[in-house]
């Protein structure tokens, strides 16, 4: 059997182990390295793509809700809008009820008496205010809008006027006239089964 005979010294193979190490470890670091930087070169990269995608958003954010603020003034006109054909719609379904209201008014009103402010508050009340010659004028005035058994008006309607609440009188020596502010609660159911 023949055997080989190793001459190499045994420093050196200490010394040839070291440098394949170095040269394994060297060319391990480097491929860590280079795979690291690829990896932070990655997410670099994605990292700048969402910042850019955030701004962007932003961007668009900021232009809707300058729009968003621009449309203010035409959504408090349409609510405007909404508001005052609810109330012409209110008016024109009860115009006929209003008429008759009038009407009824209008026929137990003495020739004496001159309205100058007729508004209707709500459903139930009417506040007025006018002039009369005398005080007994407008207690006959009273008598005749709260009078159950009227003639004059419509016999449908003689429980209309509910009461009559007299707030002022006010005597007007300048015009000789009594100037005079009631208020008259009117049953509207009355004017509905009309």
């Given at each position: 059997?023949?055997?080989?005979?190793?001459?190499?010294?045994?420093?050196?193979?200490?010394?040839?182990?070291?440098?394949?190490?170095?040269?394994?470890?060297?060319?391990?670091?480097?491929?860590?390295?280079?795979?690291?930087?690829?990896?932070?070169?990655?997410?670099?990269?994605?990292?700048?793509?969402?910042?850019?995608?955030?701004?962007?958003?932003?961007?668009?954010?900021?232009?809707?809700?300058?729009?968003?603020?621009?449309?203010?003034?035409?959504?408090?006109?349409?609510?405007?809008?909404?508001?005052?054909?609810?109330?012409?719609?209110?008016?024109?379904?009860?115009?006929?009820?209003?008429?008759?209201?009038?009407?009824?008014?209008?026929?137990?009103?003495?020739?004496?008496?001159?309205?100058?402010?007729?508004?209707?508050?709500?459903?139930?009340?009417?506040?007025?205010?006018?002039?009369?010659?005398?005080?007994?004028?407008?207690?006959?005035?009273?008598?005749?809008?709260?009078?159950?058994?009227?003639?004059?008006?419509?016999?449908?309607l003689q429980n209309l006027f509910t009461s009559v609440s007299l707030n002022s009188v006010t005597a007007e020596s300048a015009e000789n006239r009594i100037k005079?502010?009631?208020?008259?609660?009117?049953?509207?159911?009355?004017?509905?089964?009309?």
């Amino acid at each position: 059997m023949s055997q080989s005979i190793n001459l190499i010294p045994q420093q050196e193979k200490q010394e040839q182990v070291n440098v394949q190490l170095v040269e394994v470890s060297t060319v391990v670091a480097i491929a860590v390295f280079v795979v690291v930087g690829l990896i932070s070169g990655y997410l670099f990269y994605q990292s700048k793509t969402i910042k850019d995608k955030i701004a962007a958003h932003e961007v668009t954010i900021t232009d809707l809700r300058s729009q968003i603020q621009s449309k203010s003034d035409i959504e408090i006109i349409a609510r405007n809008l909404s508001a005052k054909s609810k109330v012409l719609s209110d008016i024109l379904s009860s115009r006929i009820y209003n008429s008759m209201l009038l009407k009824e008014f209008q026929s137990r009103l003495p020739a004496s008496i001159t309205i100058e402010d007729f508004s209707l508050v709500g459903n139930t009340e009417i506040d007025l205010s006018g002039s009369a010659d005398t005080y007994i004028t407008i207690a006959k005035f009273i008598n005749l809008l709260t009078d159950k058994k009227f003639i004059g008006g419509d016999p449908a309607l003689q429980n209309l006027f509910t009461s009559v609440s007299l707030n002022s009188v006010t005597a007007e020596s300048a015009e000789n006239r009594i100037k005079f502010f009631i208020a008259v609660t009117y049953d509207n159911k009355a004017l509905l089964k009309k």
